[in-house]
Structures are given as structure tokens and as C-alpha cells.
């Protein structure tokens, strides 16, 4: 969501993701006093982050906010369905298939296998 070598925060972005992580209880259990004390004293504070160091740190911390948010079939996807699909992308251009090129990157090919692989028996 964030660029780290252009970061343009706002007070509107940085309530929204304060906002989106209270209601999903993330805020809290995520955070610390210190790191939770600091989005909300930008928050109070300044309109839009023109501070390199302070954008670096609010930068941190929202980064954490949005991977605590991150589902399990979101965290999933990154780190199993994507080698999934890469493997059988290979496979299937071993075998002859031209378009099978783009399946490491269609997302829906790699939520199925991430889906696929969470329902598997162990």
C-alpha cells in the first residue's frame, strides 16, 4: 500500500488505517504504547508528513498495522500460493501448454491453491 522511497502521508490516510484496525481489534494487540502514542500524536499534530525521519517512522508502524490486518488467505497467498503456482506454471510449460506463462501471477490461481491448500488433509 505504501511506497517506502515516496511516502506521502496524511492525517486522512493515517485515520483511515487507525480506524480499519480498531474495528478488526488489531490497534491494541499489535501495537505498542509507544508506536500507538505516535500515530496519534501525527494524527493531532501535522496535516501531511513532510519529515523524512517522522515518515520513516510512521511508515513502520502502518506498515505492521497492515500486516497484522492481512487475512490468512492473504499471508497464504504471498508465502505458499505463489510458489505453488510458479511450480506448476513450470510443470505445465514443460509439457506444451503456452499460456500456462501468466498463471504465477494471476492472483485467483493462487488464491485457489492457497484455499486448496488449506482445506488439504494433513
Known amino acids: 500500500m505504501?511506497?517506502?522511497?515516496?511516502?506521502l502521508?496524511?492525517?486522512g490516510e493515517?485515520?483511515?488505517i487507525k480506524i480499519k484496525a480498531v474495528r478488526r481489534g488489531v490497534?491494541?494487540?499489535a501495537l505498542t504504547r509507544a508506536e500507538r502514542a505516535c500515530l496519534d500524536l501525527a494524527v493531532m499534530v501535522v496535516q501531511?508528513?513532510?519529515s523524512r525521519l517522522l515518515g520513516k517512522v510512521l511508515f513502520s508502524v502502518l506498515k505492521k498495522l497492515e500486516e497484522s490486518m492481512e487475512s490468512q488467505?492473504?499471508?497464504l497467498m504471498r508465502?505458499?500460493?505463489g510458489n505453488l503456482a510458479?511450480?506448476?506454471s513450470k510443470i505445465a510449460q514443460a509439457w506444451g501448454n503456452g499460456s500456462a506463462v501468466n498463471w504465477a501471477e494471476d492472483s485467483g490461481f493462487k488464491r485457489y491453491l492457497t484455499v486448496t491448500y488449506m482445506n488439504a488433509p494433513t
Open 27 to 29: 490497534w491494541f494487540r
Open 2 to 7: 505504501f511506497a517506502e522511497k515516496r511516502v
Open 73 to 75: 488467505v492473504g499471508c
Open 14 to 16: 493515517i485515520v483511515k
Open 9 to 11: 502521508l496524511t492525517r
Open 48 to 50: 501531511r508528513v513532510r
Open 79 to 81: 508465502e505458499v500460493g
Open 86 to 88: 510458479k511450480k506448476l
